[in-house]
């Protein structure tokens, strides 16, 4: 006597093919729909915020890309930003994963400004007038030297130790992101 094995017809693993491939289809329609409406719209205000905060650390505070982006960049999702900056013209620009490209510009008197693709960077801008006093006032009230002042009625020890408490020890990096 012949065991009967049970096979299972050839159309019956097309069928399955097929609904698993509907099924796969269906699930990357749902992570491409969630994706677009939960991550994208964040990608404007990641690379606006990378790229004003790169012009700014590196036009008016001075320091390069790389001190920035591990610095002041180094925030979670903000990191996914890509930067560049363009020393001859000015500015900078970030975008994430090669999306949503922004731009900021630097001007003398004014700052750093995020601008738009309708900017016009050809029109000219006034630039403020600003006078610097000059007298013998200690800072910040003019241009001497603060003074050195020492309160009766601060406990000086609690103070530092408050201060001692408030800043990350050597080599040791906490930060609190708001995510």
């Known amino acids: 006597m012949k065991s009967k094995i049970h096979e299972y017809p050839k159309n019956n ?12 289809v269906a699930l990357l329609l749902i992570l491409f729909v969630y994706l677009r409406i939960a991550i994208y719209p964040q990608l404007d205000l990641i690379s606006g ?10 036009f008016i505070d001075g320091r390069n890309l790389e001190t920035i982006q591990q610095g002041d960049n180094d925030i979670p ?12 013209k000015k500015f900078s620009t970030a975008t994430v994963y090669g999306l949503k490209e ?3 510009i630097y ?11 309708d900017f016009d960077l ?6 403020p007038k600003r006078t610097k006093l000059n007298n013998s006032l200690p800072f910040p009230y003019g ?18 130790k408050a201060v001692d408490n408030a800043f990350d020890k050597k080599d040791e990096k906490k930060k609190d992101h708001v995510q």
């Open 77 to 88: 999702k903000v990191d996914w930003a890509t930067n560049k900056i363009d020393e001859a």
């Open 143 to 160: 241009n001497l030297e603060p003074k050195d002042t020492v309160f009766d009625n601060i406990d000086y020890e609690r103070l530092q």
């Open 13 to 24: 693993f097309k069928k399955m093919s097929k609904k698993f491939l509907k099924i796969l």
């Open 49 to 58: 915020f990378s790229a004003k905060s790169v012009a700014s650390g590196h």
């Open 107 to 117: 001007r003398k008197g004014l700052g750093v400004t995020l601008i738009n693709d």
């Open 122 to 127: 050809s029109k000219p801008y006034e630039i």
């Open 102 to 104: 922004r731009k900021a």
